[in-house]
Every structure is written in C-alpha cells, then in structure tokens.
C-alpha cells in the first residue's frame, strides 16, 4: 500500500494525472486540477499523501496535498455509489472545509454542483456522509436534528421511513426497506441499512 510520495514533478499529463519521479521511478497519480497547479514548474520537488486504489484490472494511485483531504476522499469512498471518479469530482468543488459546511446546512443544492450527482444522489449523499465523515479536526460529524440518535427505536424508524420518502422511494421500496430492522436508536445507521437494501 503506497500512502505517500516525494520527488520530482516530471510532467502534467492531459489525463489529470502527474508523473512523479521517486528514486528513478516514475509514479503516474491522478490528482484534482487545482492540486495539479499547486505542483509548481516541473522538476519542482513535491510531495503528495497518496491513496492506492486497487481494482481487479487496475491499480491506480491517487495524490492529494494533505492528509485530512486523503482522508475526506476515502470516506467518500465508503458511501454507496460514490467511485473514485465521483469522490475527486466532489473534492474539487468542495474543500474539506466546504464540505462540512454544506452537511451542517443540508445543502442538496451545493452537492448537485458537483458533474453527474443529482438531486436524488445529493440528498442520499448528505444523509451517508454525515455517519462516515467523522475527520479529527474538522467539525464534521453534524447530522440535522432528525437523525442524531436521540430517540427510541420506534421513532427512529419512523424518520427513516420519512427519510427515504422524502429521497422520492416508493411505499412498497419504503415498506420493504424497512422491513425487520433491528432495534436501534440510531437513525443514522437504520437509514445506512436501509439504503443499503434498496440498491442490493
């Protein structure tokens, strides 16, 4: 697992990728285009915290300039549906910083700024990122009011259902997702379920 590397920009390729040279070896790593300026002129020394993604046809490293947006970027990964492509998409409209902002206000508007995420994606984006968004140091883990876990497990699948009609679910979707789940107070991890259940 490579988490990091430090060397010498070689080149900017039209991918979106940058060639790094590390002890004579070159590593391709696709990078945001604002990380990608942030580089300086070739032959400039960098240095980028890295996340290796691995797929069965592909090994692909993916470079960022600190390790709070490395991992902003890995916990987008963990949401349903969000791919590498979609997570970089994400962080290069949003900051870490933005992003919290935009989960602490329930901004579906502000995710469907980012290419290929409507407003249906957007809000099932806001209620997953909220549970896996919990980065030390940032202020993250603000879930709205109905889904913090305070009340009991009747109430709590009773915002789930509300949840999930409100994410435009049809009632037998919603009857059958939430159908046997488990007794919990926690909201949150009832809707993850439950979301999890509509997309099997």
Known sequence: MIGSVRGTLLERLPSGEVLVEVSGIGYRVIVAPSTASSLGETGSKVFLHTHHHRREDAETLYGFPSSEQRMVFEAL???????????????????????VRVLANDDIDALCLVPGVGKKTAARLLIELKSKLDIPGLDIGVGSASFDGTSGGSSSVADVRSALTELGYGPEEVAEAVKELPDSSDTAELLRLALQRLAA
């Open 77 to 99: 990964l963990s949401a349903h549906g969000v791919g590498p492509a979609m997570a970089l998409g994400i962080m290069s409209v949003h900051s870490p910083s933005a992003l």
